[in-house]
């Protein structure tokens, strides 16, 4: 029976997670809309959780992040009326276990957090995480456990749909490699520059940010891909040492025991 759904309002998905202790039950997943409103999300939460036979009234408890302010509340709302108690919103004040030094950490998006906070727990520091999303982000942390600061870019799907959306004839295309990186047809050609490509910049952003966590031996630093297209990177490159999709979720549901979560 699951004892926790943890929630992460993404730029382009919503995705949720129901945990018993820290095991990981079941994942979904719905496209982020800043339309609906909480009833619409109540109902929509209902039916995806009732789809893999978890019963929301069962669940005692949540924990949410959100890099959307326009949806939080109305997220909150819904989980707030769906389980019959507020969810742990995480955010400023949260206990994390992790020092961030940034220039304004409350810059940093609640969903980076929980991955450093995940990733350290998980497989120690120096290590790098890449999360291939909206946007493909870095993160570095450190051995002693602080968040060092990024790198942030536009993600793949982002810059597939602005090649789409920014030229006259080229067309949208799933992103998976072609058999060679020189493209004998525009399609292959593009899917050449966006997978290839985005493998390259991975490789190249890791190596500058283990260069400078741990300059004396960069091979220290583990690297830790999660996101929706980190299994796209990763069939095309060895730069991953975990590969982990549910880090976040993982992180949130750490998140709640760190913060008084039982």
């Given at each position: 029976m699951a004892k926790l759904l943890a929630v992460d309002v993404g730029n382009s998905n919503v995705t949720l997670g129901a945990f018993e202790g820290d095991r990981l039950l079941a994942t979904w997943r719905f496209?982020?809309?800043?339309?609906?409103?909480?009833?619409?999300?109540?109902?929509?939460?209902?039916?995806?959780?009732?789809?893999?036979?978890?019963?929301?009234?069962?669940?005692?408890?949540?924990?949410m992040c959100s890099v959307v302010p326009p949806l939080t509340s109305a997220i909150e709302n819904a989980l707030e009326n769906l389980l019959g108690v507020p969810p742990m919103v995480i955010g400023r004040g949260t206990r994390t276990g992790i020092k961030v030094n940034y220039d304004r950490p409350q810059d940093v998006g609640t969903d980076r957090i929980a991955d450093a906070v995940a990733a350290y727990r998980l497989y120690g520091g120096p290590c790098i995480i890449v999360d291939l999303g909206t946007a493909t982000v870095f993160d570095a942390i450190s051995a002693d456990a602080e968040y060092l600061g990024g790198a942030i870019a536009p993600g793949m799907t982002l810059a597939a749909e602005a090649l789409y959306q920014g030229t006259s004839q080229l067309r949208r295309v799933d992103l998976q490699a072609p058999e060679k990186a020189i493209g004998r047809n525009t399609t292959d050609a593009m899917r050449s520059g966006l997978?290839?490509?985005?493998?390259?910049?991975?490789?190249?952003?890791?190596?500058?940010?283990?260069?400078?966590?741990?300059?004396?031996?960069?091979?220290?630093?583990?690297?830790?891909?999660?996101?929706?297209?980190?299994?796209?990177?990763?069939?095309?490159?060895?730069?991953?040492?975990e590969v982990n999709e549910d880090l976040t979720l993982v992180g949130l549901q750490m998140l709640y025991e760190l913060n008084g979560g039982e």
């Amino acid at each position: 029976m699951a004892k926790l759904l943890a929630v992460d309002v993404g730029n382009s998905n919503v995705t949720l997670g129901a945990f018993e202790g820290d095991r990981l039950l079941a994942t979904w997943r719905f496209a982020t809309d800043v339309r609906r409103t909480a009833d619409e999300h109540n109902l929509l939460l209902q039916g995806m959780l009732r789809s893999k036979d978890v019963i929301p009234a069962d669940i005692p408890a949540a924990v949410m992040c959100s890099v959307v302010p326009p949806l939080t509340s109305a997220i909150e709302n819904a989980l707030e009326n769906l389980l019959g108690v507020p969810p742990m919103v995480i955010g400023r004040g949260t206990r994390t276990g992790i020092k961030v030094n940034y220039d304004r950490p409350q810059d940093v998006g609640t969903d980076r957090i929980a991955d450093a906070v995940a990733a350290y727990r998980l497989y120690g520091g120096p290590c790098i995480i890449v999360d291939l999303g909206t946007a493909t982000v870095f993160d570095a942390i450190s051995a002693d456990a602080e968040y060092l600061g990024g790198a942030i870019a536009p993600g793949m799907t982002l810059a597939a749909e602005a090649l789409y959306q920014g030229t006259s004839q080229l067309r949208r295309v799933d992103l998976q490699a072609p058999e060679k990186a020189i493209g004998r047809n525009t399609t292959d050609a593009m899917r050449s520059g966006l997978v290839f490509g985005y493998v390259g910049l991975v490789e190249g952003m890791v190596r500058r940010f283990a260069a400078e966590m741990s300059p004396e031996d960069p091979s220290a630093c583990r690297v830790i891909g999660t996101g929706g297209l980190a299994k796209i990177v990763a069939a095309q490159s060895d730069v991953f040492q975990e590969v982990n999709e549910d880090l976040t979720l993982v992180g949130l549901q750490m998140l709640y025991e760190l913060n008084g979560g039982e």
